[in-house]
């Protein structure tokens, strides 16, 4: 068997001396199978977050959502789902037979999360299946606590596009945000395997992306990553494909903000960025490209966030 981790990934592991003792681990923790915990996990969830790729290979980071159970695993090696992702949201375009994708499991008030890549193996006018590429947990770090329940107010308004100068709305719910999911793809560099998709998740104190202008005159947003799992599975993905896809929920009114961005990775800290990022290890520079801003397009409300432990301190 080969290894889990593609050469993006294995780099950036070398890379901080972490390369052997992620392979021994990774051999362990990332399953070609659901272990049963996993398969509850996205059983009870009124949210599935995924990520896809377009045509041009741009991913983008989405969501789902619907009655608790409209998420089934049939065996250890499937997921159907019981939706599809709306005619306005740009991730659909991605959901095809034979497509890869990236889904994410999170149930933010116990702050459980489990990932799920793979590819779609078919796709219906009520709902599509994923086949089981790989299936690892992650730990609770820097997830925020909040509960969703229904939301009653405005159904969807239209969608509207979004430039490389991103409008009002978007830079006020940026600003607030204290999370953000991200999709990221990897490249087929060094591997015989098809490129496949990852959607992760990422917190931080409110306003932890810091937006500023890019030297083109768009925007730009400075993102901190902090100490994880040491697998790299976003920035593995980015040092071989800058594209990128950023998701924002406004947790209250349910407005939904997609982008495409172009990533890069910053290692090399200064003090000024230490000072403005504490305890981030890494900054990722992503300039935004376009998007869509979609007003209501969540039928949930989320409560107020209990912040992760790492930011309370």
């Given at each position: 068997?080969?290894?889990?981790?593609?050469?993006g990934?294995?780099?950036?592991?070398?890379?901080l001396?972490?390369?052997?003792?992620l392979?021994?681990?990774?051999?362990?923790v990332?399953?070609?199978?659901?272990?049963?915990?996993?398969r509850?996990?996205?059983?009870?969830?009124?949210?599935?977050?995924?990520?896809?790729?377009?045509d041009?290979?741009?991913?983008?980071?989405?969501?789902?959502?619907?009655?608790?159970?409209?998420?089934?695993?049939?065996?250890?090696?499937?997921l159907?789902?019981?939706?599809?992702?709306?005619?306005a949201?740009?991730?659909?375009?991605?959901?095809?037979?034979?497509?890869?994708?990236?889904?994410?499991?999170?149930?933010?008030?116990?702050?459980?999360?489990?990932?799920?890549?793979?590819?779609?193996?078919?796709?219906?006018?009520?709902?599509?299946?994923?086949?089981?590429?790989?299936?690892?947990?992650n730990c609770?770090?820097?997830?925020q606590?909040?509960?969703?329940?229904?939301?009653?107010?405005?159904?969807?308004?239209?969608?509207?596009?979004?430039g490389?100068a991103?409008s009002?709305?978007?830079?006020?719910?940026v600003?607030?945000?204290?999370?953000?999911?991200?999709?990221?793809?990897?490249?087929?560099?060094?591997?015989?395997?098809?490129?496949?998709?990852?959607?992760?998740?990422?917190g931080?104190?409110?306003?932890?992306a810091?937006?500023?202008?890019?030297?083109?005159?768009?925007?730009?947003?400075?993102?901190?990553?902090?100490?994880?799992?040491?697998?790299?599975?976003?920035?593995?993905?980015?040092?071989?494909?800058?594209?990128?896809?950023?998701?924002?929920?406004?947790?209250?009114?349910?407005?939904?903000?997609?982008?495409?961005?172009?990533?890069?990775?910053?290692?090399?800290?200064?003090?000024?960025?230490?000072?403005?990022?504490?305890?981030?290890?890494?900054?990722?520079?992503?300039?935004?490209?376009?998007?869509?801003?979609?007003?209501?397009?969540?039928?949930?409300?989320?409560?107020?966030?209990?912040?992760?432990?790492?930011?309370?301190?």
């Open positions: 068997m080969g290894s889990p981790f593609h050469a990934e294995q780099a950036l592991q070398a890379r001396g972490v390369r052997e003792r392979e021994e681990v990774g051999g362990r990332i399953r070609d199978h659901m272990p049963d915990q996993h509850e996990l996205f059983e009870k969830l009124p949210t599935l977050w995924l990520a896809t790729q377009d041009a290979g741009q991913p983008w980071a989405s969501v789902v959502t619907g009655t608790p159970g409209f998420v089934r695993s049939p065996d250890v090696r499937h159907d789902v019981a939706t599809l992702p709306d005619p949201d740009p991730a659909r375009e991605g959901l095809r037979p034979g497509a890869a994708i990236g889904l994410l499991g999170l149930e933010p008030h116990t702050r459980r999360r489990n990932r799920m890549n793979g590819p779609v193996v078919a796709v219906g006018p009520e709902g599509w299946r994923v086949a089981v590429a790989q299936s690892f947990g609770p770090k820097y997830i606590a909040r509960q969703p329940s229904p939301r009653m107010g405005p159904g969807p308004g239209e969608a509207t596009p979004e490389p991103l009002a709305a978007a830079r006020q719910l600003a607030a945000s204290d999370t953000l999911f991200i999709a990221s793809r990897s490249s087929t560099r060094g591997s015989v395997a098809p490129a496949g998709l990852d959607l992760s998740h990422r931080g104190r409110p306003g932890f810091r937006l500023s202008q890019a030297p083109d005159g768009g925007d730009l947003l400075t993102l901190p990553d902090y100490v994880g799992n040491f697998m790299f599975n976003t920035l593995g993905n980015l040092l071989d494909w800058p594209q990128a896809g950023l998701l924002f929920i406004d947790w209250q009114q349910g407005h939904v903000l997609q982008l495409a961005v172009s990533a890069r990775i910053e290692f090399d800290l200064t003090p000024a960025d230490q000072a403005e990022h504490p305890g981030a290890l890494r900054l990722l520079q992503l300039q935004v490209l376009r998007g869509w801003w979609r007003p209501h397009a969540l039928p949930l409300t989320w409560t107020a966030a209990a912040l992760a432990p790492q930011f309370t301190a």
